[in-house]
């Protein structure tokens, strides 16, 4: 059976570190303005797809060759390639901080898909932290029926997404290094997005062209360090951290748009992160299985 050993401040240093490349991510496809929704998925993941190859390289490894868990490696890929469209789209068309915020149901969705599929131990007390995190998140979106709402739907289901594939990542440490994990994320969701690409392509322009390829180095950061940070400790107890995005799109928002959040966001989010600190010391306590 593969080791589970946990590293706990490495995993903090390496969610860290990611979320600030995420950030930045989201940062740079906002200010990539109006370009087909595909077209910027496949550069996002066409460059890191180019980063990943040389370090598989540089460490003489074939990236190419047979994986034992493909079936694995394929769904982390599909899951992690639909919360990237669901991410971006909300990013398209709504605050930088909102979209993060929305986005950041991930750990709680982490935490049941880990039980579910890791067999990690459950508190009766997920329930009611899951409900409470809705209600944060009904704050931020001001739920409303007519299209402004689907934004935050989609926020909410690359959470979802985003769940599925964080476990998948954890279920694979020791069994695949983490930069095949990324690389067949980069191939995979690279080779699915090409033709959509393709059929929608619109010519950027000088800037659009640099928004583009930052948009797929800040991914490669921010996937090779969550990566890492979830093959270093327990997916539930580590997710929390992750949380951090919100502060760098918080202030990504204030500099460069000059957007400050409503009060209600600020409360949803607050309540969304408090809740995510109560999940996160309480699985703290919880022995590892």
Known sequence: MASTRDDYRKAVLWLCVSAAGFAL??????LAGP?????????????????????????????????????????????????????????????????AILTKLSPFFTTLFAAWMLREKLGRWTWPLLGGAFLGAALVVRPRLDLALLPALAGIGSAV???????????????????????????????????????????????????????????AVGQIALTYGYQSGMASRVAVYDYSLILWSLLLDLVVWRARPTALSLLGGAIIVGLGFVNHRRAMKIPRG
């Open 25 to 30: 991510m989201a940062a740079a496809v906002k």
């Open 35 to 99: 370009l087909p929704l595909a077209q910027k998925v496949f550069f996002r993941n066409f460059v890191t797809l180019i980063i990943t190859g040389a370090v598989a390289c540089r460490l003489r490894e074939n990236p190419l060759a047979r994986a034992r868990h493909r079936a694995a490696l394929l769904l982390r890929s599909f899951t992690g390639l639909l919360g990237v469209f669901l991410y971006f789209y909300a990013v398209d068309h709504l605050p930088l901080a909102d979209a």
């Open 161 to 219: 997404a985003s769940g599925v594939a964080y476990s998948l990542v954890r279920w694979l440490k020791d069994r695949e290094p983490p930069h095949r994990i990324v690389f067949w994320f980069s191939l995979v969701s690279t080779a699915i997005t090409l033709p959509i690409a393709a059929a929608t392509y619109v010519t950027p322009t000088s800037f659009q062209w640099l928004c583009l390829i930052a948009t797929g180095a800040f991914a």
